[in-house]
């Protein structure tokens, strides 16, 4: 079993720039497909993004396409999330998720397709 562990998060001025770390441990990370996911108080959790395990495939919520890149880097079993030009209603806890897939290729929209699951970390932006 894998063991995913966020970091990165913080407080930033709207506008600003974060880049979050999901960092895998455990157990190889290059067949899981990863998703990222955030929970703003007093919302339900929201699909930010996903990366295949290839990392030939990724796809966006529109609230965060053209503002938010995820990357992977196999070697560090680490995938990234760079959130640019953020905004106050980007605060939220954000999540990584990883599922196990055996089609290099594939992404999960949503929480149901992964398994494993990080702690979170906290994103503030203030305006």
């Known amino acids: 079993q894998v063991q995913l562990v966020e970091s990165g998060g913080g407080l930033v001025q709207a506008g600003g720039s974060l880049r979050l770390s999901c960092a895998a441990s455990?157990?190889?990370?290059?067949?899981?497909?990863v998703g990222w996911f955030r929970q703003a108080p007093g919302k339900e959790r929201e699909f930010v993004g996903a990366?295949?395990?290839?990392?030939?495939?990724?796809y966006y919520a529109d609230s965060v396409k053209g503002r938010f890149t995820i990357s992977r880097d196999s070697a560090k079993n680490t995938v990234y999330l760079q959130m640019n030009n953020l905004k106050p209603e980007d605060t939220a806890v954000y999540s990584c998720?990883?599922?196990?897939?055996?089609?290099?290729?594939?992404?999960?929209?949503?929480?149901?397709?992964?398994?494993?699951w990080g702690q979170g970390t906290q994103v503030t932006v203030s305006s």
């Open positions: 998720a990883g599922g196990r897939t055996g089609y290099s290729y594939r992404i999960y929209r949503t929480a149901s397709g992964y398994d494993t």
């Open positions: 455990g157990r190889t990370f290059s067949s899981y497909a």
């Open positions: 990366i295949s395990w290839s990392g030939g495939s990724t």
